[in-house]
């Protein structure tokens, strides 16, 4: 690889270090301290790291299988690893979103929109730059990384938009 890709690369990892560390400043200074889940939430978060668990197991044991089937790869190697992450990383958010595990009581969910819009609209440029390089030879290369972040982050998102547009049925 040449020196302008790793420069570009380096660049882009430090962007995203001072980009979560101004995130997480700005969510305390938001927030105060480190806000505690209650009992409820604590139990449906174990159940949902469960779920996260088995989508993971069941994308590697899918992927294993189809390429076992086909006798090819669908993508580089390692590549469906890090995929797989991303499927837990959904089904956490989405789920815990949904099930209303995923903010505390003195969490303000509707700040968490506009992080969520920068984190998939930051996707879409190297998404768009990447596009024709994702696919070599029928196989799906790393090129294809912010598409997967992409496509997680929006489900994470409308998730979070239902949740918060959704009028809950008022007890009597």
């Not at 939430?41 to 197991?57: K, S, Y």
């Not at 696919?135 to 090129?143: A, D, H, I, P, S």
Request: with cysteine.
């Amino acid at each position: 690889m040449n020196s302008e890709y790793n420069l570009g690369v380096l660049v882009g990892i430090v962007v995203g270090i001072i980009v979560v560390a101004a995130c997480l400043w700005w969510n305390k200074k938001q927030n105060g301290t480190r806000a505690e889940f209650d009992e409820r939430q604590r139990l449906i978060r174990g159940e949902i790291f469960q779920h996260a668990f088995f989508a993971v197991t069941a994308w590697n044991l899918l992927y294993w299988a189809i390429g076992t089937v086909v006798n090819h790869p669908f993508m580089v190697d390692g590549l469906s690893g890090l995929v797989g992450l991303f499927v837990g990383v959904a089904v956490i958010g989405v789920e815990s979103i949904l099930r209303d595990a995923f903010f505390s009581a003195s969490s303000r969910p509707k700040s968490y929109v506009f992080l969520y819009i920068a984190v998939l609209l930051s996707q879409i440029p190297s998404t768009v730059i990447n596009w024709p390089e994702m696919v070599q030879g029928g196989v799906l290369t790393y090129k294809a990384m912010p598409l997967v972040s992409a496509v997680t982050f929006l489900l994470i998102l409308l998730a979070l938009v239902v949740k918060l547009t959704r009028r809950e049925p008022e007890e009597d």
